[in-house]
């Protein structure tokens, strides 16, 4: 059987644990053929003290043109990390250019976190955001994005009729199915999947550790598993499985990312 075609599009960083460094391995490890759309190259990521940024956006109608010529498309996109609205329009030509039939969109809109936007990024972004996840056919925002992309405020203690009302204003507003990451309840951490009208969560036990690209590791997991074939619900806990396990695998002072490579040959998700 052919192998699925992906397009991946968010940015480089050379050293760090994150973004395309993530998505590409993990996606192929599935047996998917993963394609890439570098946004930006940076020297590493943005956790360090400093790093430099090679912007690509003026390069890719260069690749699209090449692309059109060789007849090339694609049976999935992923989104992450974009850091320029006019990036979003250049998605958005993507998808029109480049999709086979029914070829799903995920978006992880990747813009903030804990009730307030990465250095950056502005309400202009946000408004473009909200545009463009009406292309998508799964959304995976993070609590904070979710308020941000409903004009909701935000709160640090919630409970589920909260969560619930963004799932739905989020649904209502991109017409996609909606997975909120980073939900917490008494413990607990996971996902808020809001698909078809019907709420589900699938929560694991909050580990006592934070880390750099675990949003990058979970929607590169969750989307390899619903292309597979898995409900949604299966491929966020497969996702979230996997993210706790590298999370246990990393050493505390490991600061840039999570050691997801030592546990691709142990994905809970086989089990």
């Known amino acids: 059987m052919k192998a699925k075609r992906i397009l991946t599009m968010q940015d480089l960083s050379c050293v760090g644990q994150c973004s395309l460094t993530v998505a590409l391995p993990i996606l192929s490890r599935y047996g998917i053929e993963t394609c890439v759309l570098p946004t930006a190259v940076l020297s590493n990521h943005t956790q ?40 979003m329009t250049l ?15 995920i978006i992880d809109p990747v813009f903030g976190d804990e009730g307030r936007l990465y250095s950056g990024f502005d309400e202009e972004y946000v408004r473009a955001m909200a545009q463009l996840i009406t292309r998508a056919d799964i959304i995976d925002p993070n609590v904070t994005e979710a308020c941000f992309l409903t004009n909701t405020v935000y709160r640090a203690s919630y409970d589920k009729r909260y969560v619930e009302e963004l799932a739905r204003k989020l649904a209502d507003a991109a017409d996609a199915a909606v997975v909120i990451t980073g939900v917490e309840f008494d413990g607990l951490i996971g996902e808020l999947i809001l698909q078809d009208g019907c709420f589900q969560y699938e929560m694991l036990p909050k580990l006592p550790a934070k880390y750099h690209g675990t949003g990058d590791i979970f929607s590169s997991v969750m989307t390899a598993n619903v292309l597979a074939g898995k409900s949604l619900g299966e491929s966020c806990l497969a996702a979230g499985l ?17 050691n997801f490579e030592s546990r691709l040959a142990n994905d809970p998700s086989d089990k």
């Not at 999370?247 to 999570?258: E, I, K, L, N, P």
């Open 48 to 87: 360090f003290k400093s790093w430099s940024y090679l912007d690509l956006t003026n390069e890719i109608p260069d690749i699209f043109r090449e692309w059109q010529q060789s007849g090339i498309n694609f049976d999935a996109f992923l989104l992450g990390y974009l850091g320029k609205k006019e990036l």
């Open 242 to 258: 996997f993210v706790a396990d590298c999370m246990r695998a990393t050493d505390s002072q490991h600061f840039y990312g999570v």
């Open 91 to 105: 998605a958005e030509e993507c998808f029109d250019k480049f999709s086979n039939p029914d070829s799903p969109i």
